[in-house]
């Protein structure tokens, strides 16, 4: 059974940085990309960050760009995002989830796996 438990979340001021971790259990971590995708109260789940296995490729959404960052450790079977410069429009549930291949996608219906998520506030 594959587990994602994410961590890190909590309250920032606007300017400040959180980091997210995700370990994952019940799989070989280091065969399958990554992602982080976020989601607030009435919209849809939307794209962060994608990471390859070997971490070597990665992909961000423009919102994040530049002040994001996506790594993995893959010794430590855990998945990181790395968040600086927050803004209030960051304010959101933050999930890591896993696709069944190894292919790095930015796409949310590729993934079958996902984590209970963690909030991440942003005050102003």
């Known amino acids: 059974q594959v587990q994602l438990v994410e961590s890190g979340g909590g309250l920032v001021q606007a300017g400040g940085s959180l980091r997210l971790s995700c370990v994952v259990s019940?799989?070989?971590?280091?065969?399958?990309?990554m992602g982080w995708f976020r989601q607030t109260p009435g919209k849809e789940r939307e794209f962060v960050a994608a990471?390859?296995?070997?971490?070597?490729?990665?992909s961000y959404a423009d919102s994040v760009k530049g002040r994001f960052t996506i790594s993995r450790d893959n010794a430590k079977n855990t998945l990181y995002l790395q968040m600086n410069t927050l803004k209030p429009e960051d304010t959101a549930v933050y999930y890591c989830?896993?696709?069944?291949?190894?292919?790095?996608?930015?796409?949310?219906?590729?993934?079958?796996?996902w984590g209970q998520g963690t909030q991440v506030t942003v005050s102003s």
């Open positions: 990471i390859s296995r070997g971490g070597g490729s990665t």
């Open positions: 019940g799989r070989t971590f280091s065969r399958y990309a």
């Open positions: 989830a896993a696709p069944p291949g190894t292919q790095i996608t930015t796409r949310e219906y590729e993934y079958d796996y």
